[in-house]
């Protein structure tokens, strides 16, 4: 913007600009400035009316790249130049005010990244001239409502799959385009995976990344022919074999008969052991898993652990993948078992990593939960990026103050009346510091105070009420972003993970993926009583007869 | 890439690199050239498997992005340094190799962007350096698979919304973010949608974008102390009006009454009417549609007519958009028949456009086209842009041929099987030019010619045998990139576009949403051959005892 230098680094994606917009705000924005309302004072709420994936918690994400869209919001000449020519019906000293536009009077209140949240939280509220905010708008949302509702997803599949299991996120080739697979690497690292296949999210966030080889890789290979130079030296640098030769030896050491087994497949874990000696993983079903992939496997790692080398382990990406990680895993034992006079080799193959991957969903990971396997890492793509069992979030931006008056936005579906009025929300604590409820208040009231009990009200329910006296009272709306600067340093990726895996462990009631439990957010009495004042009062009375 | 100037624009997402990619297409990379491998000659074939949504037809999107980064692919310093720390195994040849790394080997073959396409076909044929082609194939993958997907999605919506109907895509905010928005935009216009709310995705691709205001635009008005200045010129200039006065004495006229409509609301029409005085179109719902948002908006909009212009009409974004539709329009018929002495006046209330929006999904579609509606224009948005009936198209990149020898991927799921082999695949059409069916035939094979009797198989089923003699033969697969460069024009969306919506019509037994007729894809006898011969010789026949 105009003469104002950005305090953050500039939005991650190329194709955040204020026309990353819905036309409409662009329209509206018109429309104000005509009327002379373009500068008056405005407050929206972002919040979503409903959990996703039929839960009781969201994972509040996305905020870090809101601030940067609020921080360098500005348009350039070209942009002007394409609204001037698309709206035709547009005025000049409009298009010169668009142009000199700035976030300078702005101010963006929001929950902390990573936190759990709830139904009809202001997420963010914005406040600042009113055709400016409502610019922000399609932005926001969009940069909102997936980045919560991957992080959502990512935390609900690793509460599914169990504290034990490490999840990897698969999914950048099924994900909307470029920057989904990267939105998607990240707050599904936020949610609690750990780690991803996709390199550049890796460079770009820090991300763990993970991965072996595919398919195409073992096809390949034909014979031992497309391994010319199988020579490995061992970890101690102590002397070199032919591993081919070696693993061969293995193979029928291990019981194994190398006419079953797939010769192309054999040359292939050679080729990728004498590459990677020390990470050893092998992908075993492209051929036939339990009567070629694993003895291949078995193979290839025996000869690596006789150098020294701890093999990592296998993937499995078809069949039964419960029942295969079983069997896999009893063949493992049982070369352990047979190698007892080697014990380093036996123990190698009590080390080794069993991956799994191939549509993984949440019920997947529950029904497998229940049956029994023996899988140690989950790789999840499509189900997770894609956010399957529910593709969107539904994070609405709503208007709920201009000047000094409160507004809302009725619907003859109840559940979608906004609460109005410029307000503030806190998180209720009681004992050993566990979260109560939340409850909103209007930004004129006093907040609720530790030891002082404070009315709560249910927003639709008249009768509901509960009056709280909490241990510790925690606001939940910080300013971060105020006279064109960020208020603070932006915590880390990995600090709000942390903060995200917290949370999840303070809402165990909520967060565990059977049976949560709602939790409540709550309105002040004179928030209440605002909320039902303004209903009636925009409400017209049909006359019947 | 290195010492290259590229032919194309770049790849519109700046998340699009070489890392944009799954860390083992990087780590089979390092052990086929560790193994001597890299630069053998390989082809890949990109294609699905099954088509989505339940239907009989694809849409093959994506492809201008592909070859913009096959024109652009290179690693940066930066890249090779992260790869150089965060995979300690490689080697410093490697790094070397992957730093001059280009795509001058590689040819792209494909089928025509927007092209209606079926299970098997390859859509993207791929040949080149292994170690090269093996880097494309994740990001490949994510440019066509949410393109394809999002175009066919769009197709659905369009043929489900009947040849009548304009489709609008309101997608932004429930889009995988930023770049997830772009695409869907850009691939549900190429689908045959009409135009996009996003305003980015007009200037990028000259799509044409529609909108009009919002609830909170509606919300941020009490009264018409907010409308300070409500003067309106007529369309020929002669004269100057207060609207608002204006409008007032029309909503009495049409026989309402200002006491059961929103005073707000009536304020907030007046005031986008003086900025759009020529383009007006109202979001009615925002407090009672019939009761007070119809109403209000046929005051302002009779004002308007009076003054010359065409009103645009209504947007419907809750309740029962069909009955409210209906509802509305003999609002309109009711006012156009009372304003007969008035016939301009009449002939804009005939005139005016209903706008429905609201969680719109192409069952909604089918399910009113039979019982019945008045909407001229659908607003989709989340429904199209996550796909909700399915999220993702699985295509994969399968090798089918290194050196001269051709390679299988075989699985115990038959339907897995890859198609072996360097191949060209063909439409055969028949009288009237309609295609018959795909066939797919080695590359060192006769083509079919016109005319000349063609034996086609299907691949897995023995007994299935036609013999074609086709009118005409319409090779499927040219050479878009090769030699470092791009061959020939790339076309416009636009035509892309068009390209799609003929091919939709030549395609309707496969593309009309309700009974939907399969389409044939069969191998030439030759390749027949081949992929049963390479399936035995692959497979191992267990012993049992």
């Known amino acids: 913007m ?3 230098t950005p305090t953050l680094p500039a939005p991650f994606s190329n194709a955040v600009s204020p026309l990353l917009n819905d036309l409409y705000q662009v329209t509206m924005a018109y429309a104000y400035f005509k009327g002379g309302r373009h500068e008056e004072h405005a407050v929206f709420d972002l919040f979503f009316r409903k959990h996703p994936f039929k839960g009781e918690f969201t994972i509040f994400a996305g905020l870090e790249e809101c601030l940067r869209l609020v921080d360098h919001f500005g348009f350039t000449a070209d942009d002007i130049e394409y609204i001037r020519e698309t709206l035709p019906g547009v005025s000049e000293p409009f298009l010169e005010w668009l142009a000199g536009l700035s976030t300078a009077g702005v101010t963006v209140k929001a929950i902390a990244e990573g936190s759990v949240v709830f139904p009809r939280l202001p997420l963010l509220r914005i406040s600042g001239p009113l055709g400016v905010c409502q610019l922000l708008e399609t932005t926001l949302l969009n940069l909102v409502n997936y980045a919560s509702l991957m992080a959502t997803n990512a935390a609900r599949f690793v509460q599914a799959a169990g504290p034990d299991a490490r999840l990897l996120e698969f999914g950048l080739r099924r994900a909307q385009g470029p920057d ?9 690292y936020m949610g609690g995976f750990h780690g991803t296949s996709n390199v550049a999210a890796g460079k770009a966030f820090g991300i763990p990344i993970r991965g072996t080889h595919a398919h195409s890789f073992v096809c390949s290979f034909v014979s031992l022919d497309d391994v010319p130079d199988p020579t490995v030296t061992s970890a101690d640098g102590s002397r070199s074999v032919n591993l081919a030769t070696e693993a061969a030896g293995c193979l029928t050491e291990l019981g194994f008969d190398a006419e079953t087994t797939n010769a192309g497949e054999f040359a292939a874990f050679v080729a990728y052991a004498v590459a990677f000696p020390d990470t050893f993983l092998a992908l075993v079903d492209t051929y036939s898993t339990l009567d070629s992939g694993v003895p291949n496997f078995m193979a290839v790692a025996l000869a690596l652990a006789r150098l020294g080398y701890q093999p990592r382990g296998i993937r499995l990406d078809s069949g039964d993948l419960a029942a295969l990680s079983i069997a896999a895993r009893n063949m493992f034992a049982a070369a352990a078992s047979q190698l007892a006079s080697d014990p380093a080799a036996a123990l190698a193959f009590r080390n080794l990593n069993i991956v799994a991957s191939d549509s993984i969903n949440e019920a997947f990971l529950h ?9 140690d890492t989950f790789g999840i793509g499509t189900n997770l990026v894609t956010c399957q069992a529910q593709p969107a979030l539904g994070c609405v931006f709503k208007l709920v103050q201009i000047g000094d008056a409160p ?6 579906n109840i559940a979608k009346v906004t609460v109005p009025g410029a307000k503030l929300a806190y998180r209720l604590h009681g004992h050993d510091e566990f979260p109560i409820l939340d409850v909103m208040v209007l930004e004129s009231e006093e907040p609720p105070r530790a030891g002082e009990p404070f009315l709560c009200r249910h927003p639709l329910n008249e009768g509901e009420r509960v009056r709280v006296k909490p241990r510790s ?6 300013t971060l ?11 880390s990726l990995e600090s709000v993970r942390s903060h995200c895996l917290v949370q999840q462990g303070v809402f165990k009631p909520q967060t565990q993926v059977k049976h949560p439990s709602p939790y409540r957010v709550y309105l002040s009495d004179a928030l209440y009583t605002l909320l039902h004042d303004l209903w009636l009062r925009e409400t017209a009375v049909p006359e019947l007869s």
Chains 1, 2 share one sequence.
């Open 407 to 412: 507004r809302i936005k009725l619907s003859q």
């Open 2 to 4: 105009a003469g104002h």
């Open 180 to 188: 989904g697979g990267m939105s998607a690497s990240k707050y599904s």
């Open 367 to 375: 029904t497998i939960a229940e049956s029994g396997h023996s899988i």
């Open 473 to 478: 009272v925690e606001p939940l709306l910080t």
């Open 481 to 491: 972003y105020s006279d064109s600067s960020v208020v603070g340093e932006l915590p």
